[in-house]
């Protein structure tokens, strides 16, 4: 990047990775929030656990069986 030293791109680099990763885990922490607060919690607890249960079995209550 030009006007910067040799030796602060390396810092920068991990700087902007961890803000990156800091506003991305913040987005997906906050889809679960915001959906607890309009469907409910128990009933984001349920999907989520069907969810898990579905991507290591492949079976779910709504697949056809």
């Known amino acids: 990047i030009a006007g910067l030293r040799p030796g602060r791109l390396v810092p920068l680099g991990l700087l902007s990775g961890a803000g990156w990763l800091a506003g991305y885990a913040g987005m997906w922490a906050s889809k679960w929030v915001l959906a607890a607060i309009w469907l409910g919690r128990q009933r984001v607890v349920d999907d989520v656990r069907d969810t ?10 709504y ?3």
Do not use: A
């Not at 898990?52 to 209550?61: C, K, M, Q, V």
């Open 52 to 61: 898990i249960e579905f991507r290591l079995d492949g079976e779910s209550p």
């Open 63 to 65: 697949s056809e069986q």
